[in-house]
């Protein structure tokens, strides 16, 4: 069992560079480029579909693929190269999935892939670094490879700008000054890749330090997004939800991504618990129940549950670098709907959040330098059970519904 990396940039941006630093800590690299020309080669099915799509013209007189012949025709037509890409890509992908399946169990396999565009394809790794540098010197070290300068500037132009590549990336390394400056970016990340490599391979969750609050950060909402898609490669297109504090825009919190996938029971939550682990979400078999709260909310109009409607599961992370917790509730069972009316209470009410805050870090100097985080829990259930009738009201107010 190894973890997947993509090393994703644009063209100029010296994703070898990031590539080969890793593989001299110990990583497998596996070249994109490499395999795109291998999966188009001489007599391979994918050859065949390029010359049925865009005719004769794109094969040289030995078979071959006359590489500057499609060039010239999918960097002038965004629909063509679409349709390049929706051949060859899921050769690649088909291609790096059996390498990765021949590699040392427990090993970083890296692939150096420039066309990683969508979520979809960076959720297919547990972990993508983005590289970037400014275009001048994109477009300097091209022309120092033979590039023409106008030929430079339309290749970057194809491709999707860093903008748009960095919401795909965990991790993002500027690679447009030094090489040393490089270095001192792309390095530590091997301590963080190793640890969740050997996480991975044990099935177990990234250590934790106690619970310290740290100022919101905008970027909460998505790095969620991008472990929710990555919840969905797992386990398929289930409703997963980013709740908790940090999905309270300018709330203060530990930075820890809260994460509710929405399972239709609790044994559909055991088929899932491997799927997740293999995903870098391992299981937590200690935390199987929520603190039952005053909740007038369920699917028959009750006002009372039954302490075994609030269990769940309870997944956390491989990764050392991204604390998540990653909660399993039923549809419709109190907690599932507690904890999305709880998310929008802070979102709506700025009292709320003042009061919450406030708590939390009256919470923080008398836990902060625990080994866990259980006590930091512990010690704000006592305001919550006592905001249950402030919620109530408010959801009442507003119509409140799960959604």
């Not at 090993?107 to 001048?136: Q, R």
Request: proline share 5%; glycine share 8%.
């Amino acid at each position: 069992m190894s973890i997947t990396v993509a090393v994703t940039g644009g063209i100029g941006a010296g994703k070898s560079t990031v590539t080969a630093l890793l593989a001299e800590r110990g990583a497998v690299v596996v070249d994109s480029d490499r395999l795109a020309r291998e999966v188009v080669g001489s007599g391979t099915p994918g050859l065949a579909a390029i010359a049925e799509r865009f005719g004769t013209g794109v094969i040289s007189a030995d078979g071959s693929l006359d590489r500057p012949a499609l060039a010239a025709i999918v960097f002038a037509d965004p629909v063509s190269r679409k349709a390049l890409e929706g051949i060859t890509h899921p050769l690649i992908r088909a291609r790096f999935a059996q390498l990765q399946a021949d590699a040392p169990v427990g090993s970083v396999v890296v692939n150096d892939i420039p066309l990683l565009t969508t979520a979809d394809a960076a959720a297919a790794f547990h972990l993508v670094i983005g590289v970037g540098a400014p275009e001048d010197v994109r477009i300097r070290r091209l022309v120092g490879r033979g590039l023409a300068a106008a030929d430079a500037r339309a290749r970057i132009a194809a491709q999707i700008d860093d903008e748009a590549r960095q919401a795909l990336c965990d991790v993002w390394v500027d690679n447009g000054a030094t090489p040393e400056h490089t270095r001192g970016q792309a390095l530590p990340l091997w301590s963080r890749l190793a640890g969740f490599a050997a996480n991975h391979r044990a099935g177990r969750a990234a250590a934790r330090g106690g619970p310290v609050l740290v100022p919101y950060d905008p970027q909460w909402p998505a790095t969620a997004r991008r472990l929710i898609a990555r919840v969905h490669a797992a386990v398929g297109d289930h409703r997963v939800d980013h709740i908790g504090s940090t999905a309270v825009p300018g709330l203060a919190s530990k930075d820890v991504i809260d994460l509710q996938l929405t399972v239709a029971d609790l044994a559909q939550a055991e088929v899932f618990a491997p799927l997740l682990t293999a995903a870098g979400f391992p299981r937590l078999p200690d935390y199987t129940r929520d603190t039952p709260h005053d909740f007038r909310y369920d699917r028959d109009g009750h006002h009372e549950t039954h302490p075994d409607d609030w269990r769940k599961a309870f997944h956390a992370n491989s990764d050392p670098g991204q604390s998540i917790n990653l909660h399993l509730r039923v549809r419709d069972s109190p907690n599932w709907a507690w904890s999305l009316r709880f998310r929008d209470w802070l979102r709506s009410d700025a009292g709320a959040r003042s009061d919450y805050l406030a708590l939390k870090e009256q919470t923080e100097l008398v836990h902060g330098q625990d080994a866990g985080v259980d006590g930091y829990a512990d010690a704000k259930e006592d305001f919550l059970a006592r905001s249950d009738a402030r919620i109530g009201a408010w959801a009442d107010s507003v119509g409140w519904s799960p959604g």
